[in-house]
């Protein structure tokens, strides 16, 4: 119902539309031209129309970049998508690069002479990195210039038209608070930095704010959308009205002056010829709309979008939401797990077979609006790729001796859920046993984590990591991200990461999903999602102290644990978990055989 599992990408197509990009470069008298996966909103999703990456290289992935120069090719990926990205690409064509070890402006650097243009669509482009570009070609004396077409649109003939799904209100109960509270909230922040506006180009803030869902790109209900907020409460939205029932504007005609899109420059060239302070978040917006505010007169200044950090903070109403969604979505992963033990061993299932009973179970709660990504389901070796995605091509059985890597979620009205599981098929070695124990225990003490206010998920990061680095092992993504209320499934400012530098708050939701990847092997990964908290003073303490709740409420494979590895507490911990999972969930089942699994998926350790 809402994952397809064919590929419409074809990397054999290519060679051919390459060189036509590239007779459209010389055409134009340009060196180059890049195509991130991006579109104007720079989300982690992106409606078909923006897949251009996908389109011309193969790889599907949800972040990553391209250069096509006149005789050299490249595409940039990270950690996650590695092993993925040669698979999908034709390396005879596109040089597969990690964009740590090869950043792309190292590369471009390398490959272009003085003099050279070097094209970008400012609209697929953030402020940020247009100057981080700006800066590696300086040395070189090439020169990026903006085109006023994506040349990609210029030669994909049968681009898909732009999203129009429609918008829905998301009522208060469930924001548990009302759109104009939060104008007045967040204007108060644009007035203490003295902005006259600011421009909200994300399109999960602007959802956030105005307490709308929608439905433009895939698993996220968002309605892809621009607002400019003003410092005193008011507000402007550019939406495509046929995307409006009567219903949703009378739900934003008491909180926001509504505009057709094509109104946007319009209204900023105004804010700029008024002189106005506006304030833009220079990670996530996008290259045009500066340029259009600078041009007209603005004086912009740079700050993280005011919506972020409060959306980030979820409120009491939020937090009762997503445990709720968790009990749901646990019940239903319960069930699945035991179809799996029941079947898998008999050589039934397969990935994409796997994928779509979980997400049957999910569907049967009445509740489900959609996944909130497309499912990680990997067996053996295809668990080692991070963010594997299964094809028809690609597709496998699950078999006897391996393990299986799912990470999936779902969209309920009430809360977003992540969870991963990695199950055991038949009987482990004592080498994936070894690393199991290794990644539970990073998990558990990421979970029993006390911290004083103000500590960041950097500080937290290295907590997850130290039982594998012991053994000499690691895992090359971050720990843990942050998650909507029936938004994105992966939502900032918060991460625990090597790079995660903003502080934790109470009600801010992060995922805990430390993992280890053999290659060509299988894959591990362990995740909960879980909530800050305020932690019970502890007798002689001294400063006030934060902590986790888990939230996700599934089984952890005991099959895969080495009891010897674990000291008292982490036995406690994980024996704990295990009786709040049987406890909560049992009540939820009505097959007695689904309850019987629980009961022995969940003995004490």
Same mark, same amino acid.
């Not at 055989?593 to 629980?598: D, H, I, K, T, V």
């Given at each position: 119902?809402?994952?397809?599992?064919?590929?419409?990408?074809?990397?054999?197509?290519?060679?051919?539309?390459?060189?036509?990009?590239?007779?459209?470069?010389?055409?134009?008298?340009?060196?180059?031209?890049?195509?991130?996966?991006?579109?104007?909103?720079?989300?982690?999703?992106?409606?078909?129309?923006?897949?251009?990456?996908? %389109? /011309?290289?193969?790889?599907? &992935?949800? @972040?990553?970049?391209?250069?096509? !120069?006149? *005789?050299?090719? +490249?595409?940039? #990926?990270?950690?996650?998508?590695?092993?993925?990205?040669?698979?999908?690409?034709?390396?005879?064509?596109?040089?597969?690069?990690?964009?740590?070890?090869?950043?792309?402006?190292?590369?471009?650097?390398?490959?272009?002479?003085?003099?050279?243009?070097?094209?970008?669509?400012? %609209? /697929?482009?953030?402020?940020? &990195?247009? @100057?981080?570009?700006?800066?590696? !070609?300086? *040395?070189?004396? +090439?020169?990026? #210039?903006?085109?006023?077409?994506?040349?990609?649109?210029?030669?994909?003939?049968?681009?898909?038209?732009?999203?129009?799904?429609?918008?829905?209100?998301?009522?208060?109960?469930?924001?548990?608070?009302?759109?104009?509270?939060?104008?007045?909230?967040?204007?108060?922040?644009?007035?203490?930095?003295?902005?006259?506006?600011?421009?909200?180009?994300?399109?999960?803030?602007?959802?956030?704010?105005?307490?709308?869902?929608?439905?433009?790109?895939?698993?996220?209900?968002?309605?892809?959308?621009?607002?400019?907020?003003?410092?005193?409460?008011?507000?402007?939205?550019?939406?495509?009205?046929?995307?409006?029932?009567?219903?949703?504007?009378?739900?934003?005609?008491?909180?926001?002056?509504?505009?057709?899109?094509?109104?946007?420059?319009?209204?900023?060239?105004?804010?700029?010829?008024?002189?106005?302070?506006?304030?833009?978040?220079?990670?996530?917006?996008?290259?045009?709309?500066?340029?259009?505010?600078?041009?007209?007169?603005?004086?912009?200044?740079?700050?993280?979008?005011?919506?972020?950090?409060?959306?980030?903070?979820?409120?009491?109403?939020?937090?009762?939401?997503?445990?709720?969604?968790?009990?749901?979505?646990?019940?239903?992963?319960?069930?699945?797990?035991?179809?799996?033990?029941?079947?898998?061993?008999?050589?039934?299932?397969?990935?994409?077979?796997?994928?779509?009973?979980?997400?049957?179970?999910?569907?049967?709660?009445?509740?489900?609006?959609?996944?909130?990504?497309?499912?990680?389901?990997?067996?053996?070796?295809?668990?080692?790729?991070?963010?594997?995605?299964?094809?028809e091509g690609t597709n496998r059985k699950l078999d006897v001796g391996e393990l299986?890597?799912?990470?999936?979620?779902?969209?309920?009205?009430?809360?977003?859920?992540?969870?991963?599981?990695?199950?055991?098929?038949?009987?482990?070695?004592?080498?994936?046993?070894?690393?199991?124990?290794?990644?539970?225990?990073?998990?558990?003490?990421?979970?029993?984590?006390?911290?004083?206010?103000?500590?960041?998920?950097?500080?937290?990061?290295?907590?997850?990591?130290?039982?594998?680095?012991?053994?000499?092992?690691?895992?090359?993504?971050?720990?843990?991200?942050?998650?909507?209320?029936?938004?994105?499934?992966?939502?900032?400012?918060?991460?625990?990461?090597?790079?995660?530098?903003?502080?934790?708050?109470?009600?801010?939701?992060?995922?805990?999903?430390?993992?280890?990847?053999?290659?060509?092997?299988?894959?591990?990964?362990?995740?909960?999602?879980?909530?800050?908290?305020?932690?019970?003073?502890?007798?002689?303490?001294?400063?006030?102290?934060?902590?986790?709740?888990?939230?996700?409420?599934?089984?952890?494979?005991?099959?895969?644990?080495?009891?010897?590895?674990?000291?008292?507490?982490?036995?406690?911990?994980?024996?704990?978990?295990?009786?709040r999972v049987e406890k909560v969930l049992t009540e939820k089942l009505t097959d007695?055989?689904?309850?019987?699994?629980?009961?022995?998926?969940?003995?004490?350790?």
């Open positions: 119902m809402f994952q397809t599992y064919d590929d419409s990408a074809d990397p054999t197509l290519g060679a051919a539309r390459v060189a036509r990009l590239r007779a459209l470069l010389k055409e134009e008298g340009l060196a180059g031209f890049l195509i991130p996966r991006a579109d104007e909103h720079q989300g982690e999703y992106v409606p078909p129309r923006a897949e251009r990456l996908k %389109w /011309l290289t193969g790889f599907s &992935g949800s @972040a990553g970049m391209a250069a096509v !120069l006149e *005789e050299k090719a +490249a595409v940039f #990926v990270d950690g996650r998508y590695t092993l993925q990205v040669r698979e999908q690409v034709d390396t005879e064509i596109f040089e597969t690069c990690h964009m740590v070890d090869m950043p792309l402006g190292t590369w471009l650097a390398k490959h272009l002479k003085g003099g050279a243009k070097l094209a970008y669509d400012p %609209w /697929l482009h953030t402020v940020d &990195g247009v @100057a981080r570009l700006k800066k590696a !070609l300086a *040395e070189t004396g +090439a020169e990026l #210039v903006p085109v006023t077409e994506n040349l990609i649109d210029h030669i994909w003939e049968d681009q898909p038209p732009p999203p129009a799904a429609k918008v829905e209100a998301h009522s208060t109960e469930l924001a548990g608070e009302a759109a104009q509270e939060k104008l007045a909230r967040v204007a108060k922040v644009l007035e203490g930095k003295k902005a006259d506006a600011a421009v909200l180009t994300m399109p999960d803030s602007i959802a956030w704010l105005f307490n709308i869902r929608g439905g433009d790109v895939s698993h996220t209900p968002l309605p892809l959308s621009f607002s400019i907020l003003q410092a005193d409460g008011s507000a402007d939205l550019f939406i495509d009205s046929a995307k409006l029932s009567d219903e949703t504007r009378a739900h934003l005609g008491n909180v926001v002056t509504l505009h057709e899109p094509d109104a946007f420059g319009v209204n900023l060239g105004e804010l700029g010829e008024s002189g106005a302070h506006v304030q833009i978040d220079p990670a996530s917006c996008a290259d045009w709309i500066n340029d259009k505010l600078i041009a007209s007169g603005a004086k912009v200044q740079h700050g993280a979008d005011p919506c972020e950090l409060p959306k980030a903070c979820k409120n009491e109403r939020e937090v009762k939401g997503a445990k709720d969604a968790h009990e749901r979505d646990g019940a239903a992963l319960v069930r699945f797990l035991a179809w799996l033990d029941a079947n898998a061993p008999l050589g039934e299932v397969d990935e994409i077979s796997a994928a779509k009973q979980l997400e049957a179970f999910r569907a049967e709660t009445g509740a489900l609006k959609d996944i909130s990504f497309d499912t990680i389901s990997g067996a053996g070796e295809h668990g080692a790729v991070v963010h594997y995605r299964v094809t299986y890597l799912v990470d999936s979620g779902a969209q309920y009205l009430d809360g977003t859920t992540d969870v991963t599981r990695t199950i055991a098929i038949g009987k482990p070695s004592a080498e994936m046993k070894d690393r199991f124990t290794r990644v539970l225990k990073g998990h558990i003490a990421l979970s029993m984590a006390r911290f004083p206010e103000g500590t960041t998920g950097a500080q937290l990061d290295a907590l997850a990591r130290m039982a594998l680095w012991q053994a000499g092992l690691d895992f090359d993504h971050g720990t843990g991200h942050g998650v909507g209320s029936y938004l994105s499934v992966h939502e900032g400012p918060q991460r625990i990461s090597k790079a995660g530098h903003e502080p934790l708050r109470p009600g801010m939701i992060v995922s805990n999903e430390p993992g280890y990847y053999k290659t060509g092997a299988y894959g591990i990964r362990i995740e909960n999602l879980q909530v800050v908290t305020p932690a019970a003073m502890i007798d002689g303490g001294e400063r006030p102290m934060l902590g986790f709740e888990t939230l996700t409420l599934a089984p952890i494979d005991r099959r895969l644990i080495d009891p010897a590895l674990l000291n008292t507490d982490e036995r406690a911990w994980l024996n704990a978990y295990h009786a007695e055989q689904e309850r019987a699994w629980l009961s022995e998926a969940c003995r004490p350790v």
